[in-house]
């Protein structure tokens, strides 16, 4: 809690700070980071669902000259041994601290857009520069670092340089550590322990509240640095790539992805084949010849031509015949209340036979929470579509990041994604959680309508997934068993490659 109100000093005279930075003055900048809220403590719901003792929200410094002033000094204090020729601030916190970085000593800025133009001249990095120059990125808090690697990238590109970053505060959860297998260097201006200890000594923080957030960050660490590292040393013993899915499926929490897990090592598939034909005849024709195949029926039941009961259970029947399990790929994305009677009711009752379905996060963690309410209690499981296989899919970068996040936050139900390239994305999920990709056929390509191929060995290898999903290049086979067969030897090779 604040003290007092807070007051908004004037900043001093615009010239650089005489000097080194003391010790005195980085404890005056945390009481009064306190001070204006931009460091709160209590009960935070985060946007991805996790409860959090300790809300950072530097936004507000803009409104304190005298903060912000202070802010972009300590953090030029902390890479006044890097060489730099131009600074970038991630957007958007970060900029006002740049801009104040720039004004202050002279060193150019340049802009990353967040949303590139589609008209115009289209950059992605405003400013003036040259090839082979060095780029300081310019940040206000790191968590896992995937925003800073957002920045990085598009300057990259453009062929700038990038070896080092400079932040505010570290939350020490993992950030660090991305930056160096990065081959970046990170240097904040506080961890957030020293704030927390800082707090603590003026009696503004209770030792319980200093205990908790300490293990919310040791809980909540994004970065495994064995798992991430490009490339092992070569006098280093073979890392395991990924865990056998038997042993994922006890670190599942998921019934409906426990069970996945466990069927796809009993009956050593990884495929799931898109039963994407007119009839309902047809449908029921594949799931039996493909059957034996495969460990997912994958459907879309609006596309068929009739659906009552007395279908459903024909298919639960084949499904029980041949262990797979059924996934009904509706796709929702409406509000948690809306979201209840399109599972749940509707003619067509998707909860009461598909084990499985998948939502879009775009309304926020409402839709897991109404499809929660219709599935647990049967047994059903949640995939998150966490990427797409179309051409210009909108689900990438930080929007990826923050359906990974609600994922990890909510395994009761969630059990994992539909996805393309989990291997590169900024932060390992839990194992327990399942990696299901479509867009596969046995060569690469596209067709006509913005759908894009990856082959089985491309997927489940570089991609990271975990289960691949055909559609065409199993249904329109001339002999769908076959194609099928043909499909998992080449999933299960390609999952048996990465194990060892
Ligand atoms: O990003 C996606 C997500 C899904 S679920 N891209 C997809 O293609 N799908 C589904 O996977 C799609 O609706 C279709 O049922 C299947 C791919 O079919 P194919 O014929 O292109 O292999």
């Not at 060489?83 to 990353?112: E, K, N, Q, W």
Request: aromatic share 6%.
């Amino acid at each position: 809690m604040a003290t007092s109100t807070p007051s908004v000093a004037t900043a001093a005279e615009l010239k650089p700070k005489e000097g080194p930075i003391t010790s005195q003055e980085f404890e005056e900048l945390v009481l009064r980071l306190h001070e204006i809220e931009a460091v709160k403590f209590g009960n935070f719901k985060l946007k991805s669902g996790l409860m959090s003792p300790i809300y950072i929200d530097l936004r507000v410094i803009v409104s304190y000259p005298d903060v912000l002033r202070r802010v972009a000094e300590v953090m030029w204090h902390q890479v006044s041994g890097a060489a730099f020729d131009v600074m970038c601030g991630v957007p958007y916190t970060a900029l006002p601290i740049a801009t104040c970085m720039s004004l202050l000593h002279g060193t150019p800025m340049l802009m990353r857009r967040k949303e590139v133009k589609e008209y115009g001249t289209k950059k992605a990095i405003e400013g003036a520069f040259k090839k082979g120059q060095t780029c300081l990125i310019v940040e206000d808090l790191v968590t896992s670092g995937a925003s800073v690697m957002e920045t990085v990238e598009p300057l990259e590109v453009e062929g700038l340089k990038v070896t080092d970053v400079v932040v505010l505060i570290d939350r020490e959860q993992g950030g660090a550590a991305r930056m160096a297998s990065n081959g970046l260097r990170l240097h904040s201006a506080f961890t957030l322990s020293f704030i927390i200890k800082t707090l603590q000594a003026h009696g503004l923080v209770s030792a319980k509240v200093a205990d908790s957030v300490a293990a919310f960050i040791a809980a909540n660490q994004t970065f495994t640095p064995s798992a991430a590292a490009p490339t092992p040393s070569p006098a280093a013993p073979a890392q395991p790539k990924r865990l056998p899915f038997e042993e994922r499926a006890s670190l599942c929490q998921n019934a409906a992805g426990r069970k996945l897990l466990e069927l796809m090592a009993r009956k050593r598939t990884n495929l799931a084949v898109a039963a994407d034909v007119a009839t309902v005849e047809e449908m029921l024709r594949i799931a039996d010849a493909a059957g034996p195949h495969i460990a997912v029926f994958k459907t879309h039941v609006d596309i068929f031509d009739k659906w009552d009961d007395g279908i459903a259970t024909q298919l639960r029947h084949l499904a029980d015949k041949h262990e797979f399990l059924i996934f009904e790929d509706r796709k929702f994305a409406d509000i948690g209340n809306t979201v209840v009677s399109q599972y749940g009711g509707g003619i067509y009752k998707i909860a009461d036979w598909s084990d499985i379905t998948n939502a879009h996060l775009v309304p926020g963690p409402g839709i897991i929470d109404g499809l929660r309410k219709v599935g647990q209690e049967k047994g059903r499981g949640l995939l998150l579509l966490a990427e797409m296989s179309s051409k210009g899919a909108l689900a990438t970068g930080a929007y990826t990041e923050k359906v990974a996040e609600a994922a990890a936050a909510n395994q009761d139900f969630v059990m994992g994604f539909i996805c393309q390239s989990p291997a590169k994305w900024a932060t390992p999920v839990p194992p327990g959680l399942v990696h299901m990709t479509p867009g596969v056929q046995l060569a690469s390509g596209s067709d006509a309508l913005g759908q894009q191929y990856n082959t089985p060995a491309s997927v489940i290898g570089q991609g990271g997934s975990d289960v691949i999903i055909v559609g065409r290049g199993i249904i329109k086979a001339a002999d769908p068993a076959a194609a099928a067969a043909q499909y998992r030897e080449a999933g299960w090779a390609a999952y048996e490659a990465t194990l060892a």
